[in-house]
């Protein structure tokens, strides 16, 4: 009888979602397995979460990635809680022949819109004499 004629079966790692096998061996000649390889469990996921807070117009929600495989997802969805907090100031002030514009943001998401203010319409004028009166004219 001869000898076995060993061959080493390849360890195979496991993964977050496939299992893997311990190093084992066989024959080559008649496949007799010498030592046998072990199932070893899936590792599992190892999920890092990231939380994204709602804005005035977006729910809020959780990714989920894996630390190991990169695989990811979002979950735990929170609603639009936040009301837009929104301030004006005149980005261009009116004048008697140019409407004005007026810029809302929102403190909260930076959301803007405009309002335009009417021109005025109303002309201040001044009085400046640019030639004296001399009193030579005579009146008929």
């Known amino acids: ?5 060993v061959v080493t079966d390849k360890a195979v790692a496991p993964t977050c979602e496939k ?11 008649c496949d007799t397995v010498i030592t046998e390889q ?31 495989c990169g695989d990811s997802f979002k979950a735990d969805y929170t ?10 100031a005149i980005t261009k002030p009116a004048t008697c022949n140019e409407d004005g514009v007026k810029t809302f943001t ?3 998401c ?3 819109y ?7 319409g109303n002309h201040s004028y001044s009085s400046t004499v640019t030639s004296p009166a001399t009193g030579r004219y005579r009146y008929a």
Request: aromatic residues 6%; hydrophobic residues 25%.
């Open 19 to 29: 299992t893997g096998l311990t190093e084992g061996s066989h024959c080559s000649v």
């Open 110 to 112: 930076g959301d803007k």
């Open 106 to 108: 929102c403190s909260v």
């Open 79 to 88: 609603a639009v809680t936040t009301n837009h907090d929104y301030k004006s």
């Open 1 to 5: 009888m001869l000898e076995h004629t």
């Open 114 to 120: 405009t309002e335009k203010i009417d021109k005025t």
């Open 38 to 68: 072990q199932v070893v469990n899936a590792n599992g996921h190892s999920y890092v979460a990231v939380v994204t807070a709602p804005t005035c117009k977006e729910q809020g929600y959780t990714t989920y990635t894996c630390s190991a």
